[in-house]
């Protein structure tokens, strides 16, 4: 019997995409905020941006444990602008998730045409596991990731 498909989005759910220019990387951030001024573009346009990003915490020891139930698809968008980072997403995976093996990751724009059950569930769990431990409730999450999927113990933090 396969396992049900779990897709889970990467920008902001398992990558720690900056929300703004001052959250960027600081390895980058003065030269992608003069790129951006004088381009007039986004710093989600800046080349090679996702290859400085980091994973969000607890993201791949919860796609670890999601792993043993679920066959993960990462369904993720690429800035159209932004060639670079069509392959700087398939680079961030194979880097940060190696455990998914190849051919795991779908780049679409149209991600609503994919059909997945769980598709919005890890986004809020994800939500939820970072509101929870800013505010030091940890053991919370476990609790809430065990009513909605049914893990006993996801040791994600």
């Given at each position: 019997?396969?396992?049900?498909?779990?897709?889970i989005?990467?920008?902001g759910?398992?990558?720690d995409?900056?929300?703004?220019i001052?959250?960027?990387?600081?390895?980058?951030r003065?030269?992608c905020?003069?790129?951006?001024k004088?381009?007039?573009?986004?710093?989600?346009d800046?080349?090679r941006?996702f290859?400085s990003?980091?994973?969000?915490?607890?993201?791949v020891?919860?796609?670890?444990a999601?792993?043993s139930?679920?066959?993960?698809?990462?369904?993720?968008?690429?800035?159209?602008?932004?060639?670079s980072?069509w392959?700087?997403?398939?680079?961030w995976?194979?880097?940060?998730?190696?455990m998914?093996?190849r051919k795991?990751?779908?780049l679409?724009?149209r991600?609503?045409?994919n059909?997945?059950r769980f598709w919005?569930m890890?986004?809020v769990?994800?939500?939820l596991?970072?509101?929870?431990?800013?505010k030091?409730k940890?053991?919370?999450?476990?609790?809430?990731?065990?009513s909605?999927?049914?893990f006993k113990?996801?040791?994600?933090?």
């Amino acid at each position: 019997m396969s396992k049900p498909v779990l897709y889970i989005d990467m920008d902001g759910v398992i990558v720690d995409f900056p929300e703004t220019i001052n959250e960027v990387p600081l390895s980058i951030r003065d030269e992608c905020s003069r790129w951006c001024k004088s381009n007039q573009k986004h710093h989600s346009d800046y080349p090679r941006i996702f290859s400085s990003l980091k994973p969000k915490f607890g993201a791949v020891n919860a796609v670890k444990a999601l792993q043993s139930k679920y066959a993960i698809l990462l369904l993720s968008s690429a800035p159209w602008d932004n060639i670079s980072s069509w392959t700087d997403k398939r680079v961030w995976v194979e880097k940060n998730l190696p455990m998914l093996g190849r051919k795991c990751l779908i780049l679409s724009h149209r991600k609503d045409l994919n059909r997945g059950r769980f598709w919005s569930m890890i986004e809020v769990i994800m939500e939820l596991q970072r509101l929870v431990i800013t505010k030091g409730k940890i053991g919370f999450i476990l609790e809430v990731m065990n009513s909605l999927i049914g893990f006993k113990s996801l040791n994600i933090l």
